[in-house]
């Protein structure tokens, strides 16, 4: 087993977790920007399309908490169809990825 091998690991998993952050609080901030101006009569809102594209990037969890932190698409059946599908896949993924990089030092050993 290379010697670098738990570092490299390690990496990929702070990049994951990143990678995840910085897109969650973008999702985070678009979901409370949505909010103020759905609040706002005749303003121009947000789409859901790009909201979705910033919860497809790895933006889901904080496009979560700002659903249920501003009430805001909670109750859109059509909206939390696409969004559900988004989580599930991030967090599968994650699990994949954790359980991957765990078991990669055992695997080349």
Do not use: C
């Amino acid at each position: 087993m290379p010697a670098d091998l738990p570092g490299v690991v390690a990496l990929l998993l702070s990049l994951a977790l990143a990678w995840q952050v910085v897109w969650g609080l973008v999702a985070f901030v678009a979901m409370a920007r949505d909010k103020g101006l759905a609040a706002e009569a005749g303003r121009t809102r947000i789409p859901e399309r790009q909201l979705h594209a910033l919860e497809a990037r790895g933006g889901w969890l904080g496009s979560w908490l700002g659903q249920r932190l501003f009430r805001h698409k909670t109750r859109k059946v059509a909206y939390q169809r696409v969004f559900r599908r988004i989580a599930l896949a991030w967090a599968l993924a994650d699990v994949l990825m954790v359980t991957g990089l765990i078991l990669l030092p055992v695997i080349v050993n």
